[in-house]
């Protein structure tokens, strides 16, 4: 095994991020929220402490800050002291909406930069040889044609964060309807979370993959040659 892939990072996988985050959460709070057990407070606690040292793991195995890891751990204290605090749940469905909406920003603003966020997002240095791909570029004095299409691709994956920040905003709207600190509330908690899969997430992805594949073909386009010849393999 050669020196590179022993320093590799570690990657945590889809079923751990969906075990963590959503099924343990959810079951937690649909079924132990209940006075004869957990109460609705403390299963708050233990709900959202599965995501909470997930996130943490994560971001030791991977060996470096994630911003995005980072979000997804400041969203979960968010949740549990907007809840243990039993504010309103309109305070909920604001933090839904915003961590999503700020990534998109993020997006569009780090377009004008010399890092645009879209290419870490959808098109890091695991999946494609920047160094070759820019090399190539550099060479037939494509590379401000290439940033066009980036710009492009940025638009639509910034899209896919306002579409999942108004659909968290609607979703938590439509479903947190009790009182909070509540048995029933805390269960309407674990159902938004169940929810928040097949209704927020996959239409993002899909805009993702869109954007993806739109790049893609772009690098092709451009470049004149086949994508695989800046892929890793």
């Known amino acids: 095994m ?3 892939a022993k320093e590799q990072p570690k990657q945590t996988g889809f079923l751990g991020n969906l ?3 959503i099924a343990v959460p959810v079951l937690v709070m649909s079924y132990l929220s209940s006075d004869e057990y957990l109460g609705p407070a403390w299963s708050i606690v233990l709900a959202l402490a599965f995501p909470l040292i997930f996130g943490l793991y994560d971001l030791k195995q991977t060996k470096k800050i994630n911003a995005f890891s980072v979000l997804g751990i400041v969203s979960v ?6 809840s243990l605090l039993k504010l309103p749940a309109e305070y909920i469905a604001i933090k839904e909406a915003a961590i999503p909406a700020l990534i998109g920003l993020a997006v569009i603003i780090t377009q004008y930069s010399k890092k645009p966020l879209v290419k870490a997002l959808i098109l890091n240095d695991q999946l494609v040889n920047w160094p ?3 090399e190539t570029l550099e060479e037939k004095g494509l590379t401000s044609v290439f940033n066009s299409k980036v ?6 994956v910034a899209s896919s964060f306002f579409l999942s920040s108004v659909l968290n905003y609607l979703l938590a709207k439509w479903i947190l309807v009790s009182e909070p600190g509540t048995t029933a509330y805390t269960e309407e908690l674990g159902r938004m979370t169940a929810l928040s899969y097949p209704v927020i997430v996959i239409p993002s992805m899909i805009l993702l993959i869109f954007a993806l594949m739109y790049l893609f073909k772009q690098i092709s386009s451009v470049t ?3 994508i695989e010849s800046f892929l890793h393999q």
Do not use: Q, R
């Open 151 to 156: 710009a492009v691709s940025s638009y639509i």
């Open 77 to 82: 204290l968010l949740t549990g002291g907007i």
């Open 132 to 134: 070759k791909l820019n």
């Open 2 to 4: 050669s020196e590179t």
């Open 224 to 226: 004149g040659e086949p």
């Open 19 to 21: 075990l963590f985050n």
